[in-house]
């Protein structure tokens, strides 16, 4: 009996088990019949710096229980291999070093990435006996398992992670190494592919590394997003513009890696940590770069900086996705220490010493923080799907409200750029509002005529500064936007930044320009050489994250409110900075810190991360070459340029009040039917130079004629064209319209090729006209009195002499006021 009821609990438990669990049996045999033969790699070379991070990597594949081997591409020369003492941290794939090019002595070790994956296909048995491939750099941590076709990774469809700074994918770059530039895709980090496609990329991925490299001509920032301009990224161009030969498009995820630092999108789970960038934890902060020569894996009980813990982290930070981001920060740095100790155990080392850390770190709280991570639905989300989703959401909505602004002074060589780019804003159909940030010390302000030129904020002049009494007007532009900030009322999302030297040709859009909530747009400024050098290193944590723009800006609302008092911050410290002004940390012709509100915004937005989308297809400065098709949106007349013998510099009007005289102007340019057409680059020049000084001489114009009497209903055949603008503005009706009039008045004011600003010899003759104008009214009323008196007295002829003189008289008066 006993054991008939043992036989039926057997019989009930097995076939529970099988209702409860067929499923699994069903989803194993799914499995086997997939291809789960998986093998990730990374590659490196013979150096301490790839020892340690190699240590990371390994360490965290096996915590997070990634199927199927890893393997390690060991780029070695002869001479390092024999000094080379870490052979045994991974399973080892030995290949030739091509850090030094052996056919052109190019230096440039980031090759032996694409040539590694070459040679372990060439020569590698495992490369024979696998389906996917997962290729990972040396410098991150692994989350939870990277399984190919889980992500969406299909044969001829690569998964893989977003580098937006691969600018090169969207210009000029792209359409010289590839013949399909619009396969380009900004890619990078992670990638999950098909061994079949593996290997038709790989060669061309190798060929497209040299190809870029050898390109010096096209390194530059605002061609490929280097920040460095030294072609240091010419292998993560290769694998794009090779995958873009073979005809293979990526699936892109921009969820499934992270860099520490960041914090990830509400409800997604990464799987993997780059640590490629500079992060930080309160006042603890960690940089590979620090470690470039750290012999950390081979030092007994060494570890990296030891982070905050876990009961820390939750008192600094209240939001919760913030506070998740925190975590992941020392997640990776723990689980680097983590590997690092265990390393050591290997090597030998004797046993550590108990210490709170080390507790820490055998603790079950960091086993559960630690354990390997499941994909979550918005992990698996493409950026793709998310762009369709925005292209449909963005039909149902209207544009968010743009509103532009710009920075002036209280003085004439500020109120003639402001009529100008008033003008041209107002033609160019740029969206939204438009506010001159007024700078005016208080004595100024009761001068000052020129209220009615722009809708105006008034701010609080810093031209002197209040506690150092240093003289740097160029304050004035942080400190405006800060005011503005604090003082108006702002209904806009997006906000547009401009120089007041500066005249738009058309709209200055954030979804035309891709401008984003963390990511702002501006135009590049490339001889602010300081934040490749010391200089940035000086000012800023994240000096690798400064970007060298300036001039136009368009930067989203939230993040102009967090970064303004740091612009201000940085430029006062950078002006500070007197010891740091030579032309070889700034770039500044002058060595006068002048430009160091530039600084102060590039600065600024470092210490925020706020990495930009650089375009140079905003803004030219009329005397340059434009580049063909492009149309771009603003003149920045900052620097004299030149058509013939003509030129205008407006360093050279600093003093001059074309404004407030009337039918002043600017030295007219040459006729467009007179340039030389035979090159037509320097003729498309010479177009938009004129474009832009005529649009400055119409919006005066138009200026003129609200605020000026019309100087033909005073015409005398004494005063000529340069006298005719002499009429003093107070004849004049003052309208404070800011609307724009079609020019239809083919007749010209002033013909000269010099300025009409006019003299003080000018307003004296008019002085003198109105004083004999005045005398000839007297005499002619005076000889009236005497004809009158003349006739009276005589009776004979009375009738007729007296109809004949008067008929006289009035011929003579009429012809006079004609």
Request: aromatic share 12%; proline share 6%; charged share 25%.
């Amino acid at each position: 009996m006993a054991e008939f009821l043992v036989r039926m609990v057997l019989w009930v438990w097995v076939w529970v088990s099988l209702c409860f669990h067929g499923g699994w049996s069903v989803e194993t045999t799914k499995q086997e019949q997939a291809p789960w033969r998986i093998h990730t790699l990374f590659s490196v070379e013979c150096q301490n710096y790839f020892d340690w991070q190699t240590v990371g990597l390994v360490h965290s594949f096996k915590k997070a229980r990634q199927p199927g081997p890893i393997t390690r591409l060991l780029s070695c020369t002869d001479e390092e291999k024999k000094k080379y003492k870490g052979m045994n941290l991974a399973p080892t794939f030995e290949v030739p070093s091509m850090s030094r090019h052996p056919k052109t002595g190019d230096w440039y070790p980031a090759i032996n990435k694409p040539a590694g994956v070459v040679h372990w296909l060439k020569h590698s048995p495992d490369a024979q006996n696998v389906d996917w491939v997962v290729i990972l750099d040396a410098d991150m941590i692994i989350r939870g398992p990277i399984i190919p076709w889980e992500i969406g990774a299909e044969k001829g469809r690569p998964v893989a992670a977003y580098y937006g700074y691969l600018i090169g994918c969207d210009n000029a770059l792209a359409a010289l190494h590839t013949k399909h530039p619009e396969l380009c895709d900004k890619v990078g980090g992670l990638l999950a592919m098909h061994i079949d496609d593996l290997r038709k990329l790989a060669p061309l991925w190798l060929s497209k590394t040299e190809e870029v490299r050898e390109d010096r001509a096209h390194w530059g920032t605002n061609l490929t997003g280097d920040i460095y301009g030294k072609g240091w990224i010419s292998e993560m161009y290769g694998y794009s513009f090779g995958a873009a030969e073979a005809g293979l498009r990526h699936k892109i995820n921009d969820n499934l890696m992270i860099y520490p630092g960041y914090v990830p999108r509400e409800g997604v789970e990464p799987i993997l940590l780059h640590y490629g960038l500079p992060f930080s934890v309160g006042n603890w902060s960690f940089s590979k770069l620090d470690h470039h020569e750290d012999d950390i894996v081979y030092k007994c009980g060494k570890v990296f900086p030891i982070p905050p813990y876990p009961k820390e982290v939750e008192l600094m930070e209240l939001d919760p996705n913030k506070r998740r981001g925190l975590f992941i920060n020392i997640e990776c740095i723990n689980t680097l220490n983590e590997g690092i100790l265990a390393q050591h155990a290997v090597n030998g080392c004797p046993k550590s010493d108990w210490s709170k850390y080390m507790s820490f770190l055998k603790s079950k709280k960091f086993a559960e923080l630690t354990m390997p991570k499941r994909l979550t639905p918005a992990s698996l989300e493409l950026m793709e799907d998310r762009q369709h989703q925005q292209v449909t959401d963005d039909a149902e909505k209207p544009h968010p409200k743009i509103h532009t602004i710009f920075s002036t002074e209280c003085i004439p060589y500020f109120d003639w750029q402001t009529v100008g780019l008033v003008h041209s804003f107002h033609l160019s159909g740029q969206p939204g509002n438009i506010t001159r940030l007024l700078s005016c010390t208080d004595e100024d302000l009761k001068k000052y005529k020129g209220h009615d030129l722009a809708p105006t904020h008034y701010v609080p002049s810093m031209s002197e500064h209040p506690l150092t009494g240093d003289w740097y007007p160029a304050i004035n532009k942080p400190a405006a936007v800060l005011h503005w900030l604090n003082h108006a009322k702002i209904d806009a999302e997006f906000i547009v930044i401009l120089d007041a030297d500066m005249i738009l040709r058309g709209p200055i859009t954030p979804w035309e320009f891709k401008a984003a909530r963390g990511r702002p747009v501006s135009t590049p400024y490339e001889y602010l050489i300081g934040c490749d050098n010391e200089l940035a290193q000086l000012h800023t944590r994240h000096p690798e994250a400064c970007d060298k723009v300036g001039g136009v800006i368009i930067m989203h609302i939230e993040d102009l409110r967090k970064f303004a008092l740091l612009w201000l911050h940085k430029t006062e410290e950078v002006r500070a900075d007197k010891d740091h002004y030579a032309r070889n940390f700034t770039g500044d012709i002058y060595s006068s810190g002048w430009i160091s509100e530039m600084y102060g915004y590039s600065f600024g937005a470092a210490e925020l991360n706020l990495r930009h989308l650089i375009s140079d297809e905003i803004m030219i400065y009329p005397g340059y070459v434009p580049q063909p098709g492009v149309r771009y949106r603003v003149f920045h007349y900052g620097l004299e340029f030149r058509v013939g013998n003509w030129s205008f510099d407006k360093a050279k009007w600093r003093d001059a009040d074309v404004v407030n005289k009337c039918w002043a102007k600017f030295p007219d340019p040459p006729d467009p039917s007179t340039l030389d057409k035979s090159d037509n680059e320097i003729l498309q020049r010479d177009l938009l130079s004129i474009e832009c000084i005529r649009t400055i001489n119409e919006a005066l114009r138009l200026h003129h004629e609200r605020k000026c009497p019309n100087p033909s209903l005073v015409s005398t055949s004494k005063l000529d064209t340069a006298n005719e603008v002499a009429y003093s503005r107070k004849f004049g009706k003052v309208d404070g319209s800011y609307a724009v009039k079609s020019n239809n008045n083919s007749e010209e004011v002033n013909h000269s090729q010099e300025s009409s600003e006019p003299t003080e010899g000018d307003d004296s003759r008019f002085s003198s006209l109105r004083f004999w104008i005045v005398v000839l009214w007297a005499v002619s009323g005076l000889g009236f009195v005497a004809v009158m008196f003349f006739l009276f007295s005589i009776r004979k002829g009375k009738g007729s002499r007296s109809k004949h003189h008067r008929n006289k008289r009035r011929t003579s008066y009429s012809g006079f006021m004609d």
